[in-house]
Nanobody, 114 residues
Framework: QEQLVESGGGLVQAGGSLRLSCEAS????????INWFRQAPGKGREFVAS??????????GDSVKGRFTISRDNHKNKSTVYLQMSNLKTKNTAIYYC?????WGPGSQVTVSS
């Protein structure tokens, strides 16, 4: 059973940066792609970025393209996927979730103040 845990969220001023981490463990995490989604208050879940199993292919959502990047480190029994967020805007305030197949992490709150 794969487990995903996000970390790195917090409060940041508009224009600032944060790096989120998603630690995927369970033995097979290096064999599948991992995605980041976010959900802002009162809104649906939105795709942010994805990365394939070996990290050589990424996809960034249109709303964050040019400001967010995704990367990963694969180890024997776990993978860590990073979401580097720059030039953050107040509308980026949301809970950020990582996802792989049907597994989801509990989420990490990102709050961007004006």
């Amino acid at each position: 059973q794969e487990q995903l845990v996000e970390s790195g969220g917090g409060l940041v001023q508009a224009g600032g940066s944060l790096r989120l981490s998603c630690e995927a463990s369970g033995g097979t995490s290096s064999t599948f792609g991992i995605n980041w989604f976010r959900q802002a208050p009162g809104k649906g879940r939105e795709f942010v970025a994805s990365i394939n199993a070996n990290g050589d292919t990424t996809l960034i959502g249109d709303s964050v393209k040019g400001r967010f990047t995704i990367s990963r480190d694969n180890h024997k029994n776990k993978s860590t996927v990073y979401l580097q967020m720059s030039n953050l805007k107040t509308k980026n305030t949301a809970i950020y979730y990582c996802n792989a197949i049907h597994f989801w992490g509990p989420g990490s709150q990102v709050t961007v103040s004006s």
